[in-house]
C-alpha cells in the first residue's frame, strides 16, 4: 500500500535549525517527483519545496530559498527537508508528497500536481 511518512518535526527557536524526512513506500517512491508543503494556522496550504527525482532538479518557494534545502536519498527512499534560518512565520505542519508525473504545476509548487500525501508533521519555530 502507497504510504509517506514524515518524521523530524520539532519545536526550534527562531534562527535554529530542523531537517525533515519522508520515508515512502509502496507507489509513491516510484513517482518522480515529491515535494513538502506546509499548512499554518488559519492559512491555506502552500507548496515549499519539489524534486524531479531523475535530474534531482530542485524547486522552492521564495519565502524559503536560500533557507530550506531539499533532497533524496535513493537507497533509503527518503526525501529530506533541510530547514535553517528558521523564523516564526514558518510554523505549520509540513506534508511530503509524491507526483506520479513531472509537469510545471510539479515546478510551480501546485497542490493539484502531487497524487499522495503524509500525515504531516509539525514545526514550531519560537521567536
Known amino acids: 500500500q502507497a504510504q509517506l511518512v514524515e518524521s523530524g518535526g520539532g519545536s526550534v527557536q527562531a534562527g535554529g535549525s530542523l531537517r525533515l524526512s519522508c520515508v515512502a513506500s509502496?507507489?509513491?517512491?516510484?513517482?518522480?517527483?515529491m515535494g513538502w508543503f506546509r499548512q499554518a494556522p488559519g492559512k491555506e496550504r502552500e507548496g515549499v519545496a519539489a524534486?524531479?527525482?531523475?535530474?534531482?532538479?530542485?524547486y522552492y518557494a521564495a519565502s524559503v530559498k536560500g533557507r530550506f534545502t531539499i533532497s533524496q536519498d535513493n537507497a533509503k527512499n527518503t526525501v529530506h527537508l533541510e530547514m535553517n534560518s528558521l523564523k516564526p512565520d514558518d510554523t505549520a505542519i509540513y506534508y511530503c508528497a509524491a507526483a506520479g508525473r513531472f509537469s510545471q504545476a510539479v515546478t510551480n509548487l501546485e497542490e493539484s500536481a502531487f497524487d499522495y500525501w503524509g500525515q504531516g508533521t509539525q514545526v514550531t519555530v519560537s521567536s
Open positions: 524534486i524531479y527525482r531523475p535530474g534531482d532538479s530542485t
Open positions: 509502496g507507489n509513491p517512491y516510484s513517482s518522480n517527483s
